[in-house]
C-alpha cells in the first residue's frame, strides 16, 4: 500500500492510497506510482466523457461495416479533440483553468451552437 498527498489545489489534510501487487521500490518507486494513478484517471475521465456524455450512452456504434466503424470512431474522437481544443482556447483567453471548465457544459453549448447557428465552418473560425 502506498499512502501519498496531492498537494496543489487539494484538501492538504487528505490521503490517498494505492493497493498494488508491485512490491520491489527499484522497479516501480512510490511517487512514481502516485503520479502514474493519477494519470490513469485522467484517461478515464476522458473515456467517460466520451462513451457517457458524448455518445449519449449508445452501446452499439450504427456504422454497418468495418471502415464506417473506424470512420465512426474517427469522427467521435475528432469531436472530442474539438470540444477540448475550445475549452482550451476558451481558458486562454480568460487567462483561466482549463480543467475547471467543464466537458458537459462544453459540449451542451456546442450542440446548442451547432442547431442555431447552422453553417458554421471551422475555417472561418480562426
Not at 467517460?48 to 450504427?62: F, G, I, P, W, Y
Not at 483561466?96 to 458537459?104: E, H, I, R, T
Amino acid at each position: 500500500m502506498i499512502e501519498y498527498q496531492i498537494t496543489e489545489g487539494e484538501d492538504p489534510d487528505l490521503f490517498y492510497r494505492l493497493f498494488c501487487t508491485i512490491t520491489d521500490p527499484e522497479v516501480a518507486p512510490a511517487h512514481e506510482l502516485a503520479a502514474l494513478y493519477s494519470k490513469r484517471w485522467e484517461i478515464e475521465s476522458a473515456f467517460d466523457e466520451l462513451k457517457t456524455h458524448q455518445s449519449e450512452a449508445r452501446r452499439v456504434l450504427r456504422s454497418q461495416s468495418p471502415e464506417l466503424v473506424y470512420q465512426e470512431i474517427w469522427g467521435m474522437l475528432t469531436l472530442h479533440f474539438g470540444i477540448r481544443e475550445l475549452m482550451y482556447d476558451v481558458s486562454a483567453s480568460t487567462r483561466g483553468d482549463p480543467v475547471a471548465l467543464s466537458f458537459v457544459g462544453s459540449l451542451r453549448t456546442v450542440r446548442t451552437s451547432a442547431i442555431t447557428s447552422p453553417g458554421f465552418s471551422p475555417s472561418s473560425s480562426r
